[in-house]
């Protein structure tokens, strides 16, 4: 009996090991997707902060010819034209039209931002945190597991 006892309390302790393993490579895993996930989002984050900064400067350049054009306008002064080629009142709207396609790209571009930056606090594990009192977000916490609730093997 004694060596019978034995030899299932090194078989428990042998399964108790390889479930150990098991649940460490788990943990690995995920500890290497999330790591992916966070640099992912930050990576994304940079790129559309370079291109929020981009279109700002693309909108200011705009702005400028538009104000340029108008000055000359009101000097009496018609902007430069290829002859016959264009009205000179057109200049002014397709001028116009540049600030308003500058101003929807920076406007698309702070919304990918936004969006960037949601999914790094979501990578990051911090989304709710961030937002819950603001929006009045209730999250239940996860409940802990005892030693004792979880038998070798993960069955239950």
Known sequence: ???????????RLRQARQTYLETEKGTLKVVNQVEKRVTDALSS???ARKRVELSRKNRDSAEKSYKAVVDLWNQGRVPDLEKDKSNP???LLRRNN???NARFLL????TAYKQAETELLAAEGTLTARYSSEMDIRVKPVEEIKIGDAAPGGDR
């Not at 009996?1 to 078989?11: H, T, W």
């Open 1 to 11: 009996p004694f060596i019978d006892l034995l030899i299932a309390s090194r078989e």
């Open 45 to 47: 984050l940079n790129t």
């Open 89 to 91: 009142a057109f200049v």
């Open 98 to 100: 540049d600030i308003l």
């Open 107 to 110: 406007i698309d571009a702070l």
